[in-house]
């Protein structure tokens, strides 16, 4: 039973970064060949892919969202995490973390954590 947890600061100010970090149970985050995402969700819209980091700590962003983003972790502590800089009100958003099926092409996301809403304001 694979269990992801979102937290972070709920409230960011206007080009300040935004920082969350995903706690995993049940399964670690270095094992072959499971992937590890943040997905985003601002009011209103549908869900936004924002970039991976991999088993073996290597990162893949959307195109979108590179130049902002950094996806990094600590295996100590079997977490990952999240900073998305220089944010503005549109990055408000319910935030996601989730594990990536092993055929995620097919199957999207096969484990989610609950979300967390950030919103971005001052």
């Known amino acids: 039973q694979v269990q992801l947890q979102e937290s972070g600061p709920g409230l960011v100010k206007p080009s300040q970064t935004l920082s969350l970090t995903c706690t995993v149970s049940?399964?670690?985050?270095?094992?072959?060949?499971?992937?590890w995402s943040w997905v985003r969700q601002p009011p209103g819209k549908g869900l936004e892919w924002m970039g991976v980091?991999?088993?073996?700590?290597?990162?893949y962003y959307s195109s979108s969202l590179k130049s902002r983003t950094s996806i990094s972790r600590d295996t100590s502590k079997n977490q990952f995490s999240l900073q998305l800089s220089s944010v503005t009100p549109e990055d408000t958003a319910v935030y996601y973390c989730?594990?990536?099926?092993?055929?995620?092409?097919?199957?999207?996301?096969?484990?989610w954590g609950k979300g967390t809403l950030v919103t971005v304001s001052s």
């Open positions: 980091i991999g088993y073996d700590g290597s990162t």
């Open positions: 049940g399964g670690s985050i270095t094992t072959a060949y499971y992937t």
């Open positions: 989730a594990r990536l099926s092993s055929r995620w092409y097919i199957y999207g996301m096969d484990y």
